[in-house]
C-alpha cells in the first residue's frame, strides 16, 4: 500500500554531515507516521526520530538529539533526515519507516524502506 525508499546514504567525514531522504509510492501518505531508524552490526534497530504526520511533534534519542533533525513534506510525499555532526557511533544501515494510528499504538510500523548505509571515517 505505501512503498519506501531511501536514499542519499554513502561515505562522510566524522564532523561533517548527511542529508537522507525517504520517497513514497504509496497514497495517503500524510496520514502515516514516519520513523527513522539506524542498525549497525551487533547491535539493535535503534529508533533515531519520528515525526508525526502533520509535523506537529517530533522525537530523538539523547544519542542523536541536537545533531539530527527529522522533517517531511507531505506534498512531495517526502521524508527527510538531516544528519549534522556525524561521528563514527553513527555509522549503520539507516531505513525510514511508516506507521498507522492502529499499528503505531501496538509499537509497530507498517512499511520499511530497503536501507541505506551511511559510513562515517575518522
Known amino acids: 500500500q505505501v512503498q519506501l525508499v531511501e536514499s542519499g546514504g554513502g561515505l562522510v567525514q566524522a564532523g561533517g554531515s548527511l542529508r537522507l531522504s525517504c520517497k513514497a509510492s504509496?497514497?495517503?501518505?500524510?496520514?502515516?507516521?514516519l520513523g527513522w531508524f539506524r542498525q549497525a552490526p551487533g547491535k539493535e534497530r535503534e529508533l533515531v526520530g519520528r515525526?508525526?504526520?502533520?509535523?506537529?511533534?517530533?522525537y530523538y534519542p539523547d544519542s542523536v538529539k541536537g545533531r539530527f533533525t527529522i522533517s517531511r513534506d507531505n506534498a512531495k510525499n517526502t521524508g527527510y533526515l538531516q544528519m549534522d555532526n556525524l561521528n563514527d557511533e553513527d555509522t549503520a544501515v539507516y531505513y525510514c519507516a511508516a506507521a498507522r494510528f492502529q499499528s503505531l499504538s501496538r509499537g509497530q510500523y507498517d512499511f520499511w524502506g530497503q536501507g541505506t548505509q551511511v559510513t562515517v571515517s575518522s
Open positions: 515525526i508525526s504526520q502533520s509535523s506537529s511533534t517530533v
Open positions: 504509496g497514497r495517503t501518505f500524510a496520514n502515516y507516521v
